[in-house]
């Protein structure tokens, strides 16, 4: 599992600790206090499969999340820690405290918010149904007989059973692969995120398109455990890199646009 540690300089740590996100104190234990796993660090999880959201480069973790989670950090005075895990599992993890958070695109759905608690949204996406540049497809349709690919523990295969979708759902551990299986002619579609599908689209130059409008759309939140301190720390460093212009770069970054409205 890949690792990697942001420093962050001595006087914003000072900063945060003058607000209270750290304790800060001879021998004090911020966990008691903050909800953090260790004194002074702040621990992230996302999948590293999630392009472009998360992903190795170089055996790098990259990203937008990524990115998101280094300004946090920085935000919040804390040296940060990342780790990646398959999306099935980040919420265990979540909950077995070997994280402080989730910054790995994940809705907030009324099964998981019994579980662990939410932030405000920090982008606006939607579940999007793609499919090869000749196919006849104009709008998915629900009571089709069609073969889709979702990833493994995204909410898109939920969608489509709680929808009553009458084709076959198949489960990937990443929907790059899922999009190359449509491409290759195995599945009928991909249904994915917008922004991912299109970016791992013009990344792969796949020969594929979005068909019809998104079946639905959402905002991602960080998660973190229930009744953690973290919720509203971090709520206030998203407001405050949105407010500096830091959120605007890194979705510029990776988008070419603004993600935070739809």
Not at 8 to 18: D, F, P, Y
Not at 98 to 113: C, G
Not at 119 to 144: H, L, M, P, R, W
């Amino acid at each position: 599992m890949k690792s990697s540690r942001h420093l962050i300089r001595a006087g914003v740590l000072l900063s945060a600790c003058v607000v209270a996100l750290t304790s800060c104190s001879s021998g004090g234990n911020a966990a008691n206090t903050t909800g953090l796993m260790t004194d002074g660090e702040l621990v992230v999880a996302m999948s590293g499969e999630f392009k472009p959201f998360s992903h190795f480069d170089n055996n790098e973790l990259t990203g937008f999340d990524y990115d998101i989670a280094v300004a946090i950090a920085g935000e919040m005075g804390l040296t940060l820690r990342t780790e990646t895990a398959a999306v099935s599992s980040l919420i265990q993890g979540l909950q077995s405290h070997r994280y402080d958070a989730l910054i790995a695109s994940l809705s907030p759905t009324d099964k998981r918010k019994e579980v662990v608690d939410f932030t405000e949204a920090y982008y606006s996406s939607g579940a999007q149904y793609f499919v090869t540049t000749d196919s006849d497809c104009q709008k998915f349709d629900i009571n089709s007989d069609v073969k889709v690919g979702v990833a493994n523990g995204t909410t898109y295969a939920e969608y489509l059973s709680e929808q009553g979708f009458t084709g076959e759902v198949v489960s990937f551990e990443s929907d790059s692969i899922a999009l190359e299986d449509t491409e290759a002619g195995r599945l009928d579609g991909t249904i994915t995120d917008r922004l991912v599908g299109l970016y791992q689209i013009n990344e792969a130059g796949r020969d594929m398109r979005p068909c019809g409008d998104p079946l639905y759309t959402e905002g991602p939140a960080i998660a973190v455990a229930k009744g953690s301190p973290l919720k509203d720390a971090i709520d206030d460093a998203l407001t405050k890199i949105k407010d500096d212009g830091t959120y605007a770069d890194i979705s510029e970054k990776w988008f070419g646009q603004d993600i935070s409205q739809p």
